[in-house]
């Protein structure tokens, strides 16, 4: 199984926006359910959106209304628009693909994690 692969991170003042791109390499990939993760430096990997295979998303409260995940299965990529940026987002970003959506949380997939795309903010 190709793992992932991540762009668009880089450095951004606080305020501003960045997109965060994943491509997948999987024939199967418009059928699967994906998700973006970040760990802070210092800190756990933890969730910040997925998106059902059929479109229904799910955000963590801490980035909710700022940023979006989206996905295009024409092209076998997902995006996460971030506005709104704020020091605490810094972090490696990471996506997921073919985890699962189970009560409304996204699990992930341990075996399809892209190698990380750095996002820092500046104040």
């Known amino acids: 199984q190709v793992q992932p692969v991540e762009s668009g991170g880089g450095l951004v003042q606080a305020g501003g926006s960045l997109r965060l791109s994943c491509v997948g390499s999987?024939?199967?990939?418009?059928?699967?359910?994906m998700g973006w993760f970040r760990q802070p430096p210092g800190k756990q990997r933890e969730f910040v959106a997925g998106?059902?295979?059929?479109?229904?998303?799910k955000y963590a409260d801490s980035v909710k209304g700022r940023f979006t995940i989206s996905r295009d299965n024409a092209k076998n990529m997902m995006y996460l628009q971030m506005d709104s940026l704020k020091d605490e987002d810094t972090a490696v970003y990471y996506c997921?693909?073919?985890?699962?959506?189970?009560?409304?949380?996204?699990?992930?997939?341990?075996?399809?994690w892209g190698q990380g795309t750095q996002v820092t903010v500046s104040s």
């Open positions: 998106i059902h295979f059929t479109g229904g998303t």
């Open positions: 997921n693909i073919d985890g699962a959506f189970n009560s409304g949380r996204y699990f992930p997939n341990a075996r399809s």
């Open positions: 999987r024939s199967d990939f418009s059928r699967l359910n």
